[in-house]
Structure formats: structure tokens, C-alpha cells
């Protein structure tokens, strides 16, 4: 995932935007978590930097969508990123 190797399982994702436009994309492995209150970092599985963009269409509910090739896109307001998941 976006250069991490990641076993095959069930994961959190959170984010930490930036007004920069850079956000930290995390992976998880507590997955009975509501919010980030009990966010222990120690499960962290992954974490990278993504940059964001401004997007012309607007998404009022926030989406994720892979492609073919194994991209996730990120949309939500008129902001999305994007990163690698890739099989091997």
C-alpha cells in the first residue's frame, strides 16, 4: 500500500488534513474503533503523506474508489488524493 507491505485483513484509515494540502493517510489495525479517541499509534500498519487537489465536482458524502490498475481516490468536498494498492 503506496510502498507498504501489507498483509491481506480488515483496517482502519485515518487522516490528519494539512491547510498545506499534504495529509498523513494511516493504517490501523484496531478496527472496533468509533472515532479517534482510543487511536493507538503502536497499531499503526502504514502511514504516508499524500497531496491533495481541488476537484471541480462537488462530493457532499465522502467516496473512495479503486480503478483497475489498484488506485484508491479519495473525494470529499471539492478535495481528493489518491494512493497505490497493489497485489503481489
Not at 490501523?28 to 472515532?35: A, P, R
Not at 504516508?48 to 470529499?76: C, H, K, L, P
Amino acid at each position: 500500500m503506496n510502498g507498504h507491505s501489507v498483509a491481506a485483513g480488515k483496517y482502519s484509515l485515518f487522516t490528519i488534513p494539512d491547510k498545506s494540502g499534504v495529509w498523513v493517510v494511516i493504517l490501523n489495525s484496531e478496527t472496533d474503533l468509533w472515532g479517534s479517541y482510543d487511536f493507538d499509534k503502536n497499531k499503526n500498519v502504514a502511514r504516508f503523506e499524500v497531496t491533495t487537489r481541488e476537484v471541480t465536482d462537488m462530493y457532499e458524502q465522502m467516496t473512495f474508489s479503486i480503478n483497475d490498475v489498484g488506485e484508491v481516490t479519495f473525494a470529499w468536498d471539492h478535495l481528493s488524493f489518491s494512493f497505490a494498492v497493489l497485489e503481489k
